[in-house]
């Protein structure tokens, strides 16, 4: 495509690796993110529970399963020749677009306890990397996710582990874990920031008062 993946380079692929997230503030342009929100739209009010257009709800976030597809504008942004060659340099081997979703918070709430993702096979550390780009202006009243930088490689003993809420996420008080003094890392900027993150990074989000953000 275009837009800043030509940007990329040894020195985001090292800080991905030792802190777990990157973060690129407007990384592309508001004319794309709007083609993407006019793609998506119609197929936006159709999703519901069903295997044509499906929705999960897992907490306040409703994630829309392979709606990405619906926008030729998302689609080449995710599938970027300069985007894949970055990945596949992350993880030395070809890699795969396992979940192409779109999310939305639908409702405020009190907030989403420290946790890493998970998956079938390895509840220890999630593989695989998150991708997250804004469609809205994140702010402190739609929910600013909170990271702990360098957090995802180290072990938790079991006595920090809280009971699931869901079977994809293993949660933690934070006043009582290994991560209580350290700082959180919040990302910034507007509509069109890129953040990717280890699956196994522990982050948070904090109490907010309004839907919305997708």
């Given at each position: 495509m275009?837009?800043?993946?030509?940007?990329?380079n040894q020195t985001h692929l090292s800080t991905l690796k030792e802190?777990?997230?990157?973060?690129?503030?407007?990384?592309?342009?508001?004319?794309?993110?709007?083609?993407?929100?006019?793609?998506?739209?119609?197929?936006?009010?159709?999703?519901?529970?069903?295997n044509r257009t499906s929705s999960l709800i897992m907490g306040n976030n409703q994630w829309i399963e392979h709606l990405g597809m619906c926008s030729l504008a998302a689609l080449k942004f995710a599938l970027d020749d300069q985007f894949i060659n970055f990945?596949?340099?992350?993880?030395?081997?070809?890699?795969?677009?396992?979940s192409f979703s779109l999310q939305r918070k639908i409702f405020p709430?009190?907030?989403?306890?420290?946790h890493r993702e998970i998956g079938e096979g390895y509840r220890e550390i999630g593989e695989?990397?998150?991708?997250?780009?804004?469609?809205?202006?994140?702010?402190?009243?739609?929910?600013?996710?909170?990271?702990?930088?360098?957090?995802?490689?180290?072990?938790?003993?079991?006595?920090?582990?809280?009971?699931n809420k869901v079977d994809d996420a293993i949660y933690i008080d934070l006043e009582?874990?290994?991560?209580?003094?350290?700082?959180?890392?919040?990302p910034t900027g507007g509509k069109g920031t890129l953040v990717i993150f280890h699956r196994g990074i522990w982050h948070q989000l904090p109490k907010f008062q309004a839907p919305g953000r997708t």
């Open positions: 275009q837009e800043g993946f030509s940007k990329l802190e777990g997230i990157l973060v690129f503030p407007d990384f592309i342009s508001k004319q794309t993110i709007n083609l993407i929100k006019k793609e998506t739209s119609p197929w936006l009010k159709k999703a519901g529970f069903n990945l596949e340099d992350y993880f030395e081997t070809s890699i795969t677009l396992g709430e009190e907030g989403i306890r420290l695989g990397l998150n991708v997250f780009l804004y469609l809205t202006n994140p702010s402190e009243k739609t929910g600013v996710t909170e990271f702990v930088k360098k957090s995802h490689n180290t072990e938790i003993e079991e006595s920090y582990v809280l009971k009582k874990s290994p991560f209580k003094s350290k700082p959180l890392f919040k």
